[in-house]
Structures are given as structure tokens and as C-alpha cells.
């Protein structure tokens, strides 16, 4: 096993962003795109990552903190382009690797399997190689100057003549580099050229002059598609979306209209599960076998057990736990709660903040008061419980197994197992009022004598 070190270049302000937020903390299905490829980074069996950040990012730092908390974060003070952004990585590189990847905070959709072929040269001897691709546009890029399958040198468009501009294929960014030599290589690079920046890709030219060899891989565009503004987050959005929705089918989902349905990385099914059109699964979700999320439904941080039911119109927010075969029907919102199995929330209501315990039926129009304008508290609901049409339960309050509670009730005191409250006034019918009263009104009377 040749031991990796990757170096993740995440320094740059992304300008074209327009935004308050460093580029590589915007999100693709719903996760900040530096996640994305340290998650590759580490997938590929990377020994060592080291994270080269601009200054005052300190959000990117903890980010990097919470997905990868071995990896190792630099601060590059200057911004003098990307073989200076890998040299502040520098003692991670003294360390010595066999293999030292560079890769971009903004280019998402790199998968493990890309960086295997990016390294695959070092081990016949290479001294550095590259990804090459074919974009629609190549305005912008470094061109791969080639000859007889041999790579010779990068040129960025600015230093290209007419003829490298021609060249098609381009260069995706990422190199592989040699651990023995890489420092040596890096430190060679100057800033003599039109941007007067270091430039990473000097290091193709340097590489061969030392005579070495510098090997290079095509892949597809969309594997290397890096983001620069909202419009290309948007794009590899789309692309990522695509991706896990094959993932999903291919695990044994059924995605009736996959086009619709918007995935997260981390979304995990299990196998038969029925994903209706135009759904939803933001961070966070975990839907079990055989469940079925019904059409328009919102699902987030949430854990779906086996065989139940969501929706249609159904809203899961973060720290719902629904058991097995509990049915939340439409028009319902389940906050930071458990569901015991079989249990079965099916209209218009909201629970927060509860425990209801197994084959409770709670009644069209539930409301579970959480919060008092201050505080939140909790709602305990016991198993085989019957929670009538329209009821309140203003937490913090509990209801006993099997308690039953009448329709329209406002639950303020703990109800024991087994009991039947009442929490309503009882209703008073006043014989001939309503005649009397219209005949008042119609005769030009004020309606009370
Ligand atoms: C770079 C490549 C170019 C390639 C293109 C692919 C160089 C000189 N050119 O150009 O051949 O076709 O990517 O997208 O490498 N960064 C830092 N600190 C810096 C400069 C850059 O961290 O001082 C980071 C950026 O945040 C970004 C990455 O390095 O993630 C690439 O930098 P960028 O300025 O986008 O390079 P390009 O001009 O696009
Ligand atoms: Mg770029």
C-alpha cells in the first residue's frame, strides 16, 4: 500500500459566489462541497489530508474539523496561486509520502475511483500526472500540451499561443505528485508570467526537464466540474442528484418519478423502499425497509422505520423517529419526537418535542403547545392511547397508556393510564334563543335586552 497524503486547495474567496459564505461551504445535496471531496479524499484510502484555507475562515476550519477531525488545516496568508497554496501545506509534506494528491475545494464531483486513475502513473515511475477532459468550453483552462500520448506541459491560457489555445484538452486541475520529489518540484516553481502567481502546473514542465515523466488520465467533464458561481453549483447540483438517484434504484428503491425526487449524500434506504413524485430529503434521513414516503413530502434529519408511512404532505424536521409501521399522513409535522410502532398520526397536526408510545391513535388537528413563547417541553404520550379530533396538549405534560382524551380537549394536567378527560367545557344548549334572538334583530332591536 503506497501511502497518500491529499492536500485540499480551499484558499480562494470565490468572488463570482456573491456571497457572505466561503465558496467551498456552499452546499450540493445538501452537503458543503469541501465535505464532498474530503469524503473522496478519505474514500480513496488517503493516509493524511491537509486543508490549505484562506485567513478568517474559520468556518471552513470547523467544517473540516467536523468531517475529517484528523485532517490538518493551513492557513495560506496571500493568495499567490495554487503551487503557493500547496506549499503551505509544507510540513505535512516534509513528512514524507509515496503519493501527494492535490485536489480543489470547489470540484465536487471528483469520485474515489478518479483519483485511482490520477495515480495510477506514479506507480510506473511517473514523477507527476495529471486529469485531462474535454469541456464544452475550454476558455479559461490550462491546456495539455501532448506529444505521442506523452504530456509535455500545462500552459494556462493566458501564456498559450494560437496553437495551444486549439488544444482541447484541458486541464481538470488535480495532480498526483511523486512524495519523494514533490517538494523539490514545488519549490521550483516561480512566478514569472502573466498573472505573477506560482502556478501548480509549472510542475509538469519542471518534472520533465528534471527527467522525469508526467503521465495523464482523461476523464469525463462532469467527474471534474469545478464551481465558481451559483449557476455551476446549480449544475453540479443536478449532476449529483442524478448520481444518487441511480445509487438509490440500484439499492432497491423504487423512485416512481426520479427526476423529482432531491437526494442528500447521505440519504440511506433500505431495500423496497416506494419514494413517490416531488419529494424531499434534506441531511440527515434514515428510511428503513419496505417504508413509503408519499407524494410532496419534506423529510429532514428524520428516521423512518421499517414498513411506515409518510404523507402525502407530510413534514419530518430533525429528530423525528418513526418505529415500525407508524403511519404520518398529510398535513403533519413531526419535530424532534419518536413514534413507537404503530402509531399513527394521519391529519393536520404538529408534534413536537414528544414521545408517543406505541399504536397511539392521535386524532386529526393535534397540537402538541411546546413553546410557551420562552421555553420548549415535552409531551409524553403513553402506548394504546386515543388522543381525540382537535386536541391541545400544552406541554409540559404527559398522558397515561391507554388513556383516552375527548375531542377538543386542552390537556393542562397529566392524565393517568387508562382514564378519559375531558379538558373542554361542557356544552350548554338554551332553548328558543335563537328564535327569540332573530326575532329581535328583525324587529330593529338591539340583539341582548
Ligand atoms: C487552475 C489550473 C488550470 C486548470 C483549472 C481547472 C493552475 C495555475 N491552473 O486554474 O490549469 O485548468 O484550475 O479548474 O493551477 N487556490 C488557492 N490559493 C491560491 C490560488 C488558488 O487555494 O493562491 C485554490 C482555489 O481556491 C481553487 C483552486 O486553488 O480551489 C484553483 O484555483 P483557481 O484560481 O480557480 O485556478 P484556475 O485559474 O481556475
Ligand atoms: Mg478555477
Known amino acids: 500500500m503506497r ?12 468572488t463570482r459566489m456573491r456571497s457572505a ?4 461551504l456552499h452546499a450540493v445535496a ?8 474530503l469524503d473522496a479524499a478519505l474514500a480513496a484510502g488517503a493516509a493524511h489530508v491537509a486543508v490549505v484555507i484562506g485567513p478568517d475562515h474559520d468556518k471552513v476550519a470547523a467544517e473540516v474539523r467536523r468531517v475529517a477531525p484528523q485532517a490538518e488545516v493551513f492557513v495560506q496568508a496571500e493568495r499567490r496561486g495554487t503551487a503557493h ?11 514524507g509520502f509515496d503519493d501527494v494528491v492535490v485536489m480543489y475545494g470547489d470540484t465536487p464531483l471528483v469520485r474515489p475511483d478518479t483519483l485511482a486513475a490520477l495515480r495510477a502513473p506514479l506507480t510506473d515511475g511517473a514523477g507527476v500526472a495529471v486529469l485531462g477532459f474535454r ?20 500552459r494556462e491560457e493566458k501564456e498559450a499561443n494560437v496553437e495551444e ?15 519523494r520529489a514533490a517538494l523539490d518540484l514545488l519549490d521550483r516553481v516561480d512566478d514569472a508570467n502573466a498573472k505573477k502567481e506560482f502556478y501548480l502546473t509549472d510542475v509538469v514542465a519542471i518534472a520533465r526537464a528534471l527527467g522525469r515523466t508526467a503521465g495523464v488520465c482523461e476523464v469525463a467533464a462532469e467527474d471534474v466540474a469545478g464551481v465558481n458561481s451559483r449557476a455551476q453549483l446549480a449544475q453540479a447540483e443536478a449532476i449529483l442528484q442524478r448520481r444518487l438517484r441511480a445509487q438509490a434504484m440500484e439499492a432497491g428503491v423504487t423512485l416512481v418519478a426520479p427526476e423529482t425526487v432531491f437526494l442528500s449524500a447521505d440519504t440511506s434506504f433500505g431495500r423496497d423502499v416506494v419514494v413517490e413524485p416531488n419529494v424531499f430529503f434534506g441531511a440527515g434521513v434514515r428510511v428503513e425497509d419496505g417504508a413509503t414516503i408519499r407524494a410532496f413530502s419534506h423529510v429532514e434529519g428524520a428516521h423512518v422505520g421499517p414498513g411506515a408511512i409518510v404523507g402525502p404532505f407530510a413534514r419530518l424536521r430533525p429528530g423525528a423517529e418513526l418505529g415500525q409501521g407508524v403511519h404520518v ?11 413507537a410502532a404503530g402509531a399513527k398520526v394521519n391529519h393536520l397536526s404538529y408534534v413536537g418535542d414528544s414521545s408517543v408510545g406505541a399504536n397511539t391513535n392521535i386524532g386529526a388537528g393535534t397540537i402538541t403547545c411546546n413553546y410557551d413563547g420562552f421555553r420548549k417541553h415535552r409531551t409524553t404520550i403513553g402506548a394504546n392511547a386515543f388522543i381525540g379530533t382537535n386536541s391541545l396538549l400544552v406541554a409540559p405534560v404527559s398522558v397515561g397508556d391507554g388513556a383516552y382524551l375527548a375531542t377538543g380537549s386542552v390537556i393542562t394536567d397529566d392524565v393517568p393510564a387508562d382514564a378519559l378527560a375531558i379538558g373542554r367545557a361542557r356544552q350548554v344548549n338554551k332553548p328558543g334563543l335563537a328564535a327569540r334572538l332573530r326575532a329581535r334583530l328583525s324587529a330593529g332591536l338591539a340583539p341582548k335586552a
Open 165 to 179: 489555445r486549439a488544444i482541447r484538452l484541458c486541464n481538470a486541475g488535480l495532480m498526483a505528485l511523486d512524495g
Open 135 to 154: 469541456p464544452q468550453d475550454p476558455t479559461g483552462y490550462g491546456r495539455l500540451v501532448t506529444e505521442g500520448g506523452q504530456l509535455l506541459a500545462i
Open 21 to 24: 459564505q466561503p465558496k467551498v
Open 3 to 14: 501511502q497518500l497524503l491529499v492536500i485540499v486547495l480551499a484558499a480562494g474567496e470565490g
Open 329 to 339: 399522513g398529510n398535513f403533519v409535522e413531526i419535530k424532534a419526537s419518536t413514534l
Open 30 to 37: 445538501g452537503r458543503p462541497m469541501v465535505s464532498h471531496v
Open 85 to 95: 497554496a500547496v506549499l503551505a501545506a509544507r510540513a505535512a509534506l516534509e513528512r
